[in-house]
């Protein structure tokens, strides 16, 4: 069974990290490329990030770029999101999935979705 599952989502203040992670299992993780997006209360889902399958490439928005990175460590079929310097706008159920699409920032393009996890910043 292909499970993807988020944690270390949280409260905090703004200015605060959080380092979230994507534990992928049932797949050959390291064959896919694997991104986060959110989705606040009311909004539509946003890209965050997407790392390539080996972690040689990334892409971040804009409105995360300098804040946030994504990593993977595929010996443990993980990727993770380093959040800092976070701010009350960054509030949302963050998601992990994965995508054969590329640096895909469509959502559309990843097949396999995480159950979320929840992120509160604030002021």
């Known amino acids: 069974q292909v499970q993807l599952v988020e944690s270390g989502g949280g409260a905090v203040q703004a200015g605060g990290s959080l380092r979230l992670s994507c534990a992928a299992s049932?797949?050959?993780?390291?064959?896919?490329?694997t991104g986060w997006f959110r989705q606040a209360p009311g909004k539509e889902r946003e890209f965050v990030a997407v790392?390539?399958?080996?972690?040689?490439?990334?892409d971040h928005s804009d409105s995360v770029k300098g804040r946030f990175t994504i990593s993977r460590d595929n010996a443990k079929n993980t990727v993770y999101l380093q959040m800092n310097s976070l701010k009350p706008e960054d509030t949302a159920v963050y998601y992990c999935?994965?995508?054969?699409?590329?640096?895909?920032?469509?959502?559309?393009?990843?097949?396999?979705w995480g159950q979320g996890t929840q992120v509160t910043v604030s002021s």
């Open positions: 999935a994965t995508t054969l699409y590329g640096l895909s920032r469509d959502g559309t393009q990843y097949s396999r």
């Open positions: 049932g797949l050959t993780f390291s064959t896919f490329n």
């Open positions: 790392i390539n399958w080996n972690g040689g490439s990334t």
